[in-house]
């Protein structure tokens, strides 16, 4: 019976495969108005001098938050060609560009891969706003759903109902959550989940940890000091440092990384929030800057609206209005 229920659930995952991909596309709507259209129609402008397509083309992709550096090198591809090209029909410019976009991020298509070593240690950083705890139970849903046995740390001691909110989610997966009281060390709670993982035999411990700006000194020298107690209970821990960044800050999601990556040495991105934003575009800016693997990004928020990154899904996405 159980083999068969198994089967049945394997199945349904199949079949929902073409229904994440509309996720994607759907949580990318208004990045693809604002942008990618924009972007489609310059294409066609066969009739403009290269030196005004090319400048509509950049300006194009700064608005849309995709960076100087991978903007230079989009337009690099298409002057080249543009130079190779006798004809500049848009349907080849469009393929130059398509293959571009995925050149940019295909280098951080890393899935996030769970060792045997037990208990594998994800701490989650990022600022308030970003959707840090409801990517908690988003991902414990997915780890759950491999086979992995997961506990939650819930190392938020500073914001009100942010323990409360941790154990709804471990309340909805049926997953332990090991928590302390408000405004209690964040660092020790974490070690007890820990040791209580090691006890109960659990494969993943997913610590929270407050959000703070990335302008909060003293606040990013504590998050430094969890992640030195981590490293008390198992030298090579954390095994993951997730950064939890909101798509739509665009820009500043830049700065929030780089400070991030000084203080806790990130090891992977989830960009969250993607349905709510005309700025997608920030993930070529990462990509291209950072080169941090992107392991996951947020559709929505239903539980299963965690999608690992997949890059010619991603700009497929971006393309397709139907």
Known sequence: MFGFMRKKEEAVSEEQKPGLFSRLKQSLTKTRQQFTIALSQSLLGSQVSDAEFLETIETQLLMADVGVAASEKIVAHLISARAKQTTQDAPHLQEVLNTALVDILKPCEQALKISAHKPYVILMVGINGAGKTTTIGKLAKHLQAEGKKVMLAAGDTFRA???????????????????????????????????????????????????????????????????????????????EVLLVLDAGSGQNAMQQAKQFQAATDVSGIVLTKLDGTAKGGIVFALAEELKLPIRFLGVGEAIDDLRAFNAEDFVAALFEDK
């Open 161 to 239: 109902a942010a323990i409360e909110q941790l154990s709804v989610w471990g309340e909805r997966n049926q997953i332990p959550v090991i928590s302390g009281v408000q405004g209690g060390d964040s660092a020790a709670i974490i070690f007890d989940a820990l040791q209580a993982a090691k006890a109960r035999d659990m494969d993943v411990v997913i610590a929270d940890t407050a959000g703070r700006l990335h302008t909060q000194q003293h606040l990013m020298a504590e998050l430094a000091k969890i992640k030195r107690v981590i490293g008390k209970f198992d030298s090579h821990a954390p095994h």
